[in-house]
T-cell receptor
Framework: DQQVKQNSPSLSVQEGRISILNCDYTNSMFDYFLWYKKYPAEGPTFLISISSIKDKNEDGRFTVFLNKSAKHLSLHIVPSQPGDSAVYFCATRRMDSNYQLIWGAGTKLIIKP | EAQVTQNPRYLITVTGKKLTVTCSQNMNHEYMSWYRQDPGLGLRQIYYSMNVEVTDKGDVPEGYKVSRKEKRNFPLILESPSPNQTSLYFC????????????FGQGTRLTVV
C-alpha cells in the first residue's frame, strides 16, 4: 500500500508563475514532512521540511503547506525559474517505525520559458 | 566538500554474477542506507545501518546484502543478481535515522540481463 502519493507524474508551468506540487498521505503517525529535489543523473537533495505541529514553512521562494485534516501536503514555488525544472519527491517520517522515511513516486516539474 | 560517493555510476551485468556497489561518505554520519528507485514507486529502502557493525533490513531487502565495517563505507552486495534487480540505486547518509536532511550519492544505474 502506498502511504505517500504524488498523483501528478508531471507538471508544466510558465516561468515566473507559481508551481504547486501536491502530496497526499494516509498514515497519521508521520511527524515530519519533507520535499527533495532531483536533477537528472544526480541524487535527491533536501529542499524544505515541515513539522506536523505547523501548517506552513517558508524558505525564500519555497513554501510548504500542511493540511492535517485532509492529510495533504503541498509545495509552492514562487516565482518559478528554469532551474526549478526537476523531479520533486515528497517524503514523510514515521514515528511508529523507528523514524523511517517513506517516499512518494515523484513529480517532474517542467518550467517553460 | 561534504559528499556521498557511489561507484560505479553505471553497470550492466549478467544474471548470477556477484557484484558490489560501493558507497562512501565524508561527513562522519552515523546513519547510512540504500534505496532503489523504480518508475511509479518512488524510493524504497533496501537496508540501513545505524552505526558500525549495526545493519538492518528495510522494506525490500531480498537479494541484497550489506556490511558496515567502517563508519564511512557502506557497500551493497548482490550475491546473485536477477533481472528484477535492474533499477537505479542510491546510497544516503544522515546524522541519525530519520534525520530529515539526508545526503544522497549520485546513483548507480544497474542493468541485469
Amino acid at each position: 500500500d502506498q502511504q505517500v502519493k504524488q498523483n501528478s507524474p508531471s507538471l508544466s508551468v510558465q516561468e515566473g508563475r507559481i508551481s504547486i506540487l501536491n502530496c497526499d498521505y494516509t498514515n497519521s503517525m508521520f511527524d515530519y514532512f519533507l520535499w527533495y529535489k532531483k536533477y537528472p543523473a544526480e541524487g535527491p537533495t533536501f529542499l524544505i521540511s515541515i513539522s506536523s505541529i505547523k501548517d506552513k514553512n517558508e524558505d525564500g521562494r519555497f513554501t510548504v503547506f500542511l493540511n492535517k485534516s485532509a492529510k495533504h501536503l503541498s509545495l509552492h514555488i514562487v516565482p518559478s525559474q528554469p532551474g526549478d525544472s526537476a523531479v520533486y519527491f515528497c517524503a514523510t517520517r514515521r514515528m511508529d517505525s523507528n523514524y523511517q522515511l517513506i517516499w512518494g513516486a515523484g513529480t517532474k516539474l517542467i518550467i517553460k520559458p | 566538500e561534504a559528499q556521498v560517493t557511489q561507484n560505479p555510476r553505471y553497470l550492466i551485468t549478467v544474471t548470477g554474477k556477484k557484484l558490489t556497489v560501493t558507497c562512501s561518505q565524508n561527513m562522519n554520519h552515523e546513519y547510512m542506507s540504500w534505496y532503489r528507485q523504480d518508475p511509479g514507486l518512488g524510493l524504497r529502502q533496501i537496508y540501513y545501518s545505524m552505526n558500525v557493525e549495526v545493519t538492518d533490513k528495510g522494506d525490500v531487502p531480498e537479494g541484497y546484502k550489506v556490511s558496515r565495517k567502517e563508519k564511512r563505507n557502506f557497500p551493497l552486495i548482490l550475491e546473485s543478481p536477477s533481472p528484477n534487480q535492474t533499477s537505479l540505486y542510491f546510497c544516503a547518509s544522515s546524522w541519525a535515522r530519520g534525520g530529515t536532511e539526508a545526503f544522497f550519492g549520485q546513483g548507480t544505474r544497474l542493468t541485469v540481463v
